[in-house]
C-alpha cells in the first residue's frame, strides 16, 4: 500500500468470537475498510485493506498492516454486504473497489473470489500491489481486475532490497506479464529525498514504465503517481513500540518532484505528483 495513512476499523457484521462460519464460506483477515475519492483509483471508491505483508518498506505509514493477526476475521459475504451499502453513491461518482493492504496478494484466494463478486455487482476493480507476490494473482483474478495500481519502489536491485528487504525481480516478471495480457496500470513511485531520488534510480523506474508503454500508444500504463514522501505515520511506530526508519529524512520539495516528473513525461508518460 502507498499513500495514505489507514486509520478507520472495519464494522463488517462480523460473527461474535467463538462463532464461525458457514462452511466453505471464504475468511480473511482484514485490517480495515474506507471510502475515498482521488486516490486507490479513479472515483470514489470503497477500498480494503487486508492484514499482512512480506515487505518492510523503510518509509512504510502503516506498520499496523504488517501481521495478518493483526486484522479481524471477515467473511467474503460480509464484506461483499458492505461494499454493496455503497454501491449507488460510489457508482454515481464514477467509482470502484480497491483491494489495497498490506499486500493483498497474500490472501489471494479471497481476493480471488471478492473481485469475482464485485465484477458480477457490476463494480470496477482495482489491485492495489507491490508486485511482489504476482505469481499468486491467477489470470482469473486478473480477468476481474479492471486496473493494477502497481508501486514500483525502485529501479535499482540493490536499492530496492535495502528500501523492503525483498528481491526487486518478481515485480518486473509480474509487470510484464501485465504488459503481455493487456491489462491496464497505474504506476505508484514514492519519492524519498536520499533513498529513492536519485536521477538514475528515477530513470530505471521511468524506463520499466516505457517498456510496459502509454495506454496512448497501445500499452497499458494510464498514468504514473509520483507520491511525496510523508511522516504522517510516525505516531504508529511511537504507538506500537517500534523505532521509525527516516527520522531525518524531510519530504521533498515541490522542485524535486517536478524534476522527477520530467524522467516519466519525457517518455511519453502521463504522471501526476502528490
Known sequence: ????????????????????????EPVASVHSW???????????????????????????????TWEGRNGQQVTLSDLVAKMLSFR???????????????EPLLQNRFVEAYLRRCK???????????????ARATDQLLDDTDLVLLDVKSSDPNT?????????????????????????????????????????????????????????????????????????GVAKYRELGLRYPLPDTVPPTAEQLAAAAEHFTRRGLWVTTA
Open 34 to 64: 474506507d471510502v475515498v475519492t482521488a486516490a486507490d483509483g479513479p472515483g470514489t471508491r470503497f477500498v480494503t485493506f487486508f492484514a499482512g505483508c512480506h515487505l518492510r518498506c523503510l518509509y512504510c505509514h502503516n506498520p499496523d
Open 88 to 102: 449507488g453513491f460510489i457508482q454515481a461518482a464514477g467509482g470502484g473497489v480497491t483491494v489495497s493492504g498490506g
Open 160 to 232: 530496492y532490497r535495502k528500501l523492503t528487504g525483498v528481491a526487486l525481480h518478481p515485480t518486473i516478471v509480474f509487470g510484464d506479464r501485465l504488459a503481455a495480457r493487456g491489462n491496464r496500470a497505474r504506476i505508484r513511485f514514492v519519492l524519498v529525498p536520499g533513498l529513492t531520488d536519485d536521477p538514475a534510480n528515477i530513470d530505471g523506474v521511468a524506463e520499466y514504465a516505457a517498456r510496459w508503454g502509454s495506454v496512448d500508444d497501445g500499452g497499458i500504463i494510464e498514468q504514473v503517481d509520483i507520491l511525496s514522501y510523508h511522516r504522517l
Open 120 to 134: 458480477e455487482e457490476g463494480m470496477h476493480t482495482a489491485l492495489d500491489t507491490a508486485g511482489f507476490l504476482g
Open 1 to 24: 500500500m502507498t499513500g495514505k495513512v489507514v486509520i478507520q476499523r472495519p464494522d463488517l457484521g462480523i460473527t461474535p468470537a467463538g462463532a464461525h462460519p458457514a462452511p466453505g
